[in-house]
């Protein structure tokens, strides 16, 4: 089966430009999650869908991020504006469902923000 | 809360063992393990279930102490390509008693494997 499929791969822009992530998870997988990893640390998850509900934006910089899974299938990460503590891989990822299941996780979009 | 990893690296010969540990302050659901090469994404190794229930790899083994919210990951007869870091990501419940299958991943195990 394809896995879960990101884009762009890489990404650089200055500070408080816009900039957008595209994801598109395995065929099927109700769940899905985008993750910020910065460099050296372990994924912090950003915002969880399950089909095109949110069951988990806590740590969401509301006034910054915004996410969207329209349709419950490909979902969008935005964030506007930019600031340098946003550089970071964000990883999409994508599981049958919230628990006990294998998250798949895409090839994610390194952010640099000058 | 982040669950916390030891040890922070460790380095190995082929063939030698490892374990890997992960520690929580609070009740946990399940941990799960992941290992990560350098410019990749994270990998799938196991998840461990309160119970005892395991689903992963076959040649992964793992343990979860429900009661300690300890668990750790052996690695035997290591192989080169082992190397990568490794992360913990633990299930915890919320303040109302639930969960919906969050994650909190450990700061990572770095293992490299030297032939």
């Known amino acids: 089966e394809a896995g879960v499929a990101q884009s762009p791969r890489y990404k650089i822009i200055e500070k408080r430009q816009s900039v957008a992530f595209w994801c598109n998870p395995i065929?099927?997988?109700?769940?899905l999650y985008w993750y910020q990893q910065i460099l050296g640390q372990g994924p912090k998850l950003l915002i969880q869908?399950?089909?095109?509900?949110?069951?988990?934006d806590s740590q969401l910089p509301k006034d910054r991020f915004s996410a969207e899974r329209l349709k419950g299938v490909d979902s969008t990460l935005k964030i506007q504006p930019a600031k340098l503590e946003d550089s970071a891989v964000y990883l999409c990822?994508?599981?049958?469902?919230?628990?006990?299941?294998?998250?798949?996780f895409g090839p994610g979009t390194r952010l640099t923000v000058l | 809360q982040q669950p916390v990893q030891s040890p922070q690296a460790v380095i190995l010969r082929e063939g030698e063992d490892a374990v890997i540990n992960c520690s929580s302050s609070?009740?946990?659901?399940?941990v799960h393990w992941y290992r990560q090469k350098h410019g990749e994404a994270p990998v799938f190794l196991m998840i461990?279930?309160?119970?005892?229930e395991q689903k992963g790899h076959e040649k992964i083994s793992a343990s979860f102490n429900e009661k300690k919210q300890q668990s750790s990951l052996y690695l035997t007869a290591s192989q080169l390509s082992y190397s990568g870091t490794y992360f913990c990501?633990?299930?915890?419940?919320?303040?109302?008693?639930?969960?919906?299958?969050?994650?909190?991943f450990g700061q990572g195990t770095i293992l490299t494997v030297h032939p």
């Open positions: 990822a994508s599981s049958r469902g919230p628990r006990y299941n294998e998250q798949f």
């Open positions: 990501g633990t299930e915890q419940s919320d303040a109302g008693g639930t969960s919906y299958g969050k994650l909190t």
């Open positions: 869908f399950q089909n095109n509900g949110v069951v988990d």
């Open positions: 609070k009740a946990l659901y399940s």
């Open positions: 065929s099927g997988h109700a769940t």
């Open positions: 461990l279930l309160k119970g005892g």
